[in-house]
């Protein structure tokens, strides 16, 4: 019989900080600095500054001025983008759209992680204009971190997550599961597993309250050795209603959702009512999206 092995911790050896120096950018840094404080990680910067224009900055740099005094600065993304100025930095090899640009680097430089700050751009304006952190998280192969505008700043010495909610609708090639038990292992963190059903559809044929809670439970894998039991949530509606709702009454650290990789990428990425993006665009915490494993 084969025998699962456990899996202690995510490794984040390489985490990759995209910002256009916006607000929501000081924030995204902040998270980025605490993850990699925690982890040890090494950190690439990529200045995005419209779709043809990009700057890299290594880990090395990166590394020597924010373990420095700017790690107490208040405006960490001016430090940044002194950086950007004064130090020697690359071109990104490939030209194209955003996504296509960061999934490149992502590539060549084994990043675990990519931190990104959101407009929360959604509704009409999203509609025209599109998202780029959606256009992101749905092409990049890597986990996502994005901070909405709504989310506070972390401490970035001290990153402390104690609740984290996991919205499943039981995909079964998600390994945003997985993810969320490990961080919750990590930082000993309850762990709310939530199912958005669909409003009044309960017939015959559909399942029971228990069964559903107990599908819920089975979607930790076992090799995650969960700490304690999750709490099991279930709920009917929009789902993007019911997410930000059970988010703000756990008041939640983070959410993870799973991302689906679209065909074509560019139309699903501006529908409004996607909700990986609303949730994005609302949520009071980082949302972590974990692309699906390629079938």
């Known amino acids: 019989m084969e025998t699962l092995e456990p899996v202690t911790s995510l490794s984040l050896k390489n985490i990759l900080l995209a910002t256009d120096f916006s607000s929501g950018s000081e924030t995204a840094l902040k998270y980025a600095q605490a993850i990699a404080h925690r982890h040890a990680s090494h950190v690439h910067a990529i200045h995005v500054d419209g779709p043809d224009c990009y700057q890299l900055l290594d880990p090395d740099a990166f590394s020597i001025t924010f373990n ?15 950086l950007m100025q004064g130090l020697p930095i690359q071109t990104p090899l490939r030209q194209g759209a955003i996504w296509e640009v960061i999934a490149d680097v992502v ?45 506070k700043a972390c401490d970035a010495r001290d990153l402390n997550i104690k609740k984290v ?16 038990a490990l961080l919750a292992n990590e930082f000993q963190a309850e762990l709310t597993i939530l199912h958005v059903g669909e ?16 599908q819920l439970l089975s979607t930790v894998p ?35 959702l799973g991302a689906r990789h679209p065909e074509p990428a560019k139309i699903n990425s501006h529908l409004p009512w996607a909700t990986a993006a609303r949730v994005i665009a609302e949520a009071e915490c980082p949302v972590l999206t974990v692309r699906e494993k390629e079938t």
């Open 68 to 82: 420095g005094p700017a790690a107490k600065s208040e405006h960490g993304t001016d430090v940044l983008r002194g």
């Open 107 to 151: 590539a060549r430089n084994e990043i675990d992680l990519l931190v990104l700050a959101s407009h929360g751009r959604h509704g009409i304006p999203k509609l025209m204009l599109g998202s780029v952190a959606e256009d992101v998280f749905r092409n990049v192969p890597c986990p996502v971190l994005t901070v909405g505008p709504d989310v």
């Open 165 to 180: 909610l996991l919205a499943t609708h039981f995909e079964h090639n998600s390994a945003a599961p997985l993810h969320a």
């Open 222 to 256: 076992p090799e995650a050795c969960l700490w304690r039991k999750p709490v099991c949530v279930l709920k009917y509606g929009l789902p993007s209603d019911k997410i930000l709702e059970a988010a703000h009454q756990l008041r939640a650290d983070l959410i993870v």
């Open 199 to 214: 409003e009044h559809k309960i017939d015959a044929g559909a399942k029971s309250d228990g069964e559903i809670t107990r």
